[in-house]
């Protein structure tokens, strides 16, 4: 899997558009920008998934540079439950079957 | 949507105790992944299951086993808890080996 770096800590405020960058300047073509987030004391929960379109689904939009080197997803609403460590990993699709997490953003949404 | 439910949110065992965690999911899925999860370490795989009595092993098989008889539930047994066992056991589950895995909640698992 392709190293990805992410910020250790950001703040958003309520009702406001959460970016979280995510740097992966070793992408190799067939690799994929999935994100991940874990809420305290929770599993993980998979939020979406790209290669180089951008992505939206009912939880956030996930915005490729064109060179794939970085990727940002947004959260359009940020809630107070949406308070968790955010999780960007670069891998192929058929990669294999462990997932790793890597430090990951401690997101902190604030009233 | 997708549901992966893991039978206790908490459990406190004692040493020496045969201890069974169990998962299940709703949505027909192949594969199905047994973590666990441990401040400073990651996410570290156990045990998976690419179908209906198989299973392979992970980076960290030792002191357990799986079972699943069924698709929809796979089972990790911890033989004779210890307490470096003592962890979050994560349960997740995909639909095959090029779509995401999505997890349970965990089960926070105390060993005395």
């Known amino acids: 899997d392709a190293k990805t770096t992410q910020p250790p800590s950001m703040d958003c405020a309520e009702g406001r558009a959460a970016n979280l960058p995510c740097n992966h300047s070793?992408?190799?073509?067939?690799?994929?920008v999935y994100w991940y987030r874990q809420i305290h004391s929770q599993g993980p929960q998979y939020i979406i998934h790209?290669?180089?379109n951008n992505e939206t689904n009912e939880m956030a939009s996930l915005i490729i540079t064109e060179d794939r080197k970085s990727s940002t997803l947004i959260l359009p609403h940020a809630t107070l439950r949406d308070t968790a460590v955010y999780y960007c990993i670069v891998r192929e699709l058929n990669a294999g079957n462990m997932l790793t997490f890597g430090g990951g953003t401690r997101l902190m949404v604030k009233p | 949507d997708v549901k992966v439910t893991q039978s206790s949110r908490y459990l406190v065992k004692r040493t020496g105790e045969k201890v069974f965690l169990e998962c299940v999911q709703d949505?027909?899925?192949?594969?199905m992944f047994w973590y666990r999860q441990d401040p400073g370490l990651g996410l570290r795989l156990i045990y998976f299951s690419y179908d209906v009595k198989m299973k392979e092993k992970g980076d960290i098989p030792e002191g357990y086993s799986v079972s699943r008889e069924k698709k929809e539930r796979f089972s990790l047994i911890l033989e004779s808890a210890s307490t470096n066992q003592t962890s979050m056991y994560l349960c997740a589950s995909r639909i095959s080996y090029i779509t995401p895995q999505h997890f349970g909640d965990g089960t926070r698992l105390s060993i005395l």
């Open positions: 790209g290669l180089k």
């Open positions: 949505m027909d899925h192949e594969n």
């Open positions: 070793t992408i190799s073509g067939n690799e994929y």
